[in-house]
């Protein structure tokens, strides 16, 4: 089975350290997402694991086997990449049975194969077509189309939606989604969307720097992020983070407070503080709610945008911190108003000052 | 604004532009293939005149009757021929292998390599004759009469050297840095060799520049003077310079100077026409841009 292992994996250039010991677990048949800000060397990992980039040091095994030194064709992984890289002197057919070719498939194997996976992707009728008559969504198709042929234990991907517009990614978002379901294999996708990464994910891996910052399900790290930078990452508008001055500790909680919070007694998870030490309160805009005067923190209105579904409001705290809260739609402030919110203290999460 | 008088008058003006220059490089070739038809003391006097670029006067193929009688031109067309296409199509293969190789492919040392390689592009050929021909004089081969040494008066001679060179694999490498590098990586992950990710991918895109490469290479090959006048003593390794010494013997027969011209330009014609068709069907067919 395909599992696939990553301890203390490492890259370097030279003298510039990209992967900075890595240790991923990804169990069989699991969606795995890569996410992290822009050069955290998401694609960098990703083509170490394809055998496009060699390792460093450390090791990777793919269904319980060593292939740290395997070139890409024996690793039995199938990658798509963010620019397709689909063959512009093929048709569409002879793309998808490329690999199908290079084995030597029988003509009536690879006629079969390439005609079930046109018909898992809907593109029956596209495939006499050279890839210069595709739209940027066919061409997608043409590149999953062709690594699924070969029906291999692991698929990577790479940024496979990024070069499509919004709607045309959701879609095929959830045909990837789907095709997961229907083919059971383990896949590794890339992203810098965290949409894709919490719709997408089984388990998610936040990355920065060439560190893994966090791994868990995509509920876990939203609920439960383990440090700032996670917090930040993930879930839009990303988290408010207040300054705030620890007052007293009792047990697993904390009191704390700054100029525009009244004392609130927070959980403080598995960190440690003791009375006086800064700290940083997250509040995610979704758990703010207007509290009938004087409510836990005060403000003045410096911003609303209606969204439709919700109203973002912008404002501005009595310390002169703003914080971005998710309102109702029906919601409406002028700016300059006086506004006051309430949250539950335990969906607020303390971190360690940095 | 432009007018639709304006943009008529600047497409007139590109026009006759075009045609200038077209027949700035035609009218050489019209008055070489019309002196090829008069005798000498006409083409002399028609010279300095239009009439030069016209066929006029006393008209006939006098000339090349007395050419094929000074020289066997055939054989050297052949030996032409022969000689550029073997060279044109091994250095094809050749060269962008190695351009591969060099581009796509990880190994030690192929930094230096190129380099190196490139420094030959500032050698001239001259400087290198001498002793190429010391070496060429003593190499072994291996014909159907069991070994031999010496590669004088061959066809391999003038050959072999010319397969490989800087500029052609520097052409290649140029070339293929360009190319997409994730379609090959797609390549490699779908499990094809380097023979076949050469084969079914890189060759397939290529087409520009082989035939640039490919141009190129005849030119030079058809045009070759000194090393095969160093290294063919017999007549029947010549290829057409060579072959152009026996109209300048004692007295120049300048019509027939202009006769064997005349024939020895018509592979040339063919090679060019030939690539253009291929050469544009190549950039039809590839349409990368999408
Ligand atoms: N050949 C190389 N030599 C030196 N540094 C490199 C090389 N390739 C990549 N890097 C560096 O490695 C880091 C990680 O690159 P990588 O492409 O993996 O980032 P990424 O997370 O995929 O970013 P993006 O989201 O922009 O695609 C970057 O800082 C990049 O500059
Ligand atoms: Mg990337």
Redesign the pocket.
Known sequence: MARIQLKDLRKS??N?H?IKGVDIDIEDGEFCVFV??????????L?MIAGLEDITSGSLTIAERRVNDLPPAQRGVAMVF?SYAIFPHMTVRENVAFGLTIAGASKAEKAAKVAEAARILQMEHLLDRRPSQLSGGQRQRVAIGRAIVRQPKVFLF??PLSNLDAALRMDMRMEIGKLHKALGATMIY?T?DQVEAMTLADKIVV?KD?QVMQIGTPMELYQNPANLFVAGFLGAPSMNFLKVTVQAVNGNTALVSNAALDPVEVSTRSASFKAGDAAILGLRPQYLSIAEAPGRLQGTVALTERLGAETMVEVKLKDDSSLIAALPQDVVFPVGAQVAFDFAADKAHLFAAP | MISADTQGLRLATRYAVLVLIALIFVFPLVFMVMSSLKPDQQLLQDSGSLRAFLPVGDISLDNYAAAFQRAPVWTFVFNSVLITGVTVVLSLVVCSAAGFAFVFVRWKGRETLLAILLATLILPFETIAIPLLLMAANLPWLGLDGISWGWMNSYRIQIVPFIADGLTVFLFVQYFKDLPGELIEAARVEGASWAQIYRKVVMPLSGPILATAAILKFLVMYNQYLWPLMVTQEEGYRPVMVGLQYFFQLNVAWGEVMAYLSLITVPVLAFYLYLQKSFIASIASTGVKG
């Open positions: 250039y030279g510039a990209v992290g800000p822009s050069g955290c060397g998401k694609s960098t990992l083509r963010q790479d940024e890339v810098h990355l060439g």
